[in-house]
């Protein structure tokens, strides 16, 4: 038999229970799920989606239309024939100038300029950003205050006197010459976001390896680059789509047998001979496009992450 005293204890506790069950549930109600808060957040929501979305889809079906098609007018309805001739023409076919190869050169043009120059600036800026935030040296305030400072000059200010010194150094005009360019203006913005990054990590772990004598790049190779992925992974898409989608220094700074994809397509929209191809128009910006929505897509977990730790210390 049950003891007796225990008995009593579980009585007295469902008696204390029970009026409050009584009661009723208590808390705040759940919120309705159509409510005037909701709609408006979601109204709001949706309308920026397709803000976004609706010229997105423009293109794609009218890339997928042959000229025939596109001449009824209506842009919105999607193709009765889907063709991807527009796409084969917009890549090997359309003519920039007096070169008809189509986009082709200038997406090797791109490749050539984005890989070195992406690589190169973003090693420089997290060596920088890693002496700025755990190696004060004099005058490391200055520095970096100019690096700020850089980072919102415009660029046309700094176009001519750079034209003058590729021109001296013998690089104007060609590839090497962008890279380098893209390399410097790069250099800023990336600075401040490794800086920023590597201050917002535990400084005990810079002590500790300090301690046990590591110097400056054993630091920086061993601890801080194995926790440093998402903040390059942030710098990488900043670069890649700056550097790809850049236009007034691919136009300045090369010749034409040496111009990015963007300059290319430039050509091809304003072509004034013959006539207006819209979907070789479309299909050539979607492929212009391709490999910075690519490469946000594959990688946007990590840029989310990376801006946040980026900016929880400065």
Not at 158 to 180: A, C, F, K
């Amino acid at each position: 038999m049950a003891d007796v005293g225990t008995l009593n204890t579980t009585a007295a506790g469902i008696d204390a229970v029970a009026p409050k069950l009584a009661e009723g549930p208590s808390g705040p109600r759940p919120r309705p799920a159509v409510s005037a808060r909701n709609i408006m957040l979601y109204g709001t929501l949706i309308i920026a989606a397709l803000y976004y979305l609706l010229p997105l889809y423009v293109m794609v079906v009218t890339s997928l239309k042959g000229m025939p098609e596109i001449r009824l007018g209506n842009i919105f309805s999607p193709p009765v024939e889907i063709t991807f001739e527009p796409w084969v023409k917009a890549w090997a076919q359309a003519c920039t100038g007096l070169n008809c190869d189509g986009l082709s050169r200038g997406f090797w043009n791109s490749v050539r300029i984005t890989v070195p120059s992406v690589i190169i600036s973003i090693a420089i800026a997290s060596v920088n950003g890693y002496a700025l935030a755990n190696w004060r040296f004099r005058g490391s305030e200055l520095f970096f205050s100019i690096l700020i400072i850089g980072a919102f000059i415009p660029y046309q200010v700094m176009i001519y006197p750079i034209v003058i010194v590729l021109r001296e150094l013998g690089i104007y005009g060609t590839l090497s010459g962008l890279v380098i360019v893209h390399t410097i203006f790069g250099m800023p913005i990336l600075t401040l976001l490794f800086r920023n990054y590597f201050a917002s990590l535990p400084e005990e772990l810079f002590k500790a390896a300090r301690i046990d004598g590591a110097n400056f790049w054993q630091i920086y190779f061993r601890i801080m680059l194995p926790m440093s992925l998402p903040i390059f992974v942030v710098a990488m898409i900043l670069q890649v789509t700056g550097i790809w989608n850049d236009f007034l220094f691919g136009v300045v700074f090369t010749r034409p047998e040496y111009y990015p994809m963007t300059v290319q397509l430039n050509n091809i929209v304003n072509s004034v001979q013959g006539v207006k191809e819209y979907n070789v128009n479309m299909a050539a910006t979607l492929l212009t496009g391709a490999v910075p929505l690519f490469v946000y897509f594959v990688s946007g977990r990590l840029f989310v992450r990376g801006i946040a730790a980026g900016a929880v210390k400065g």
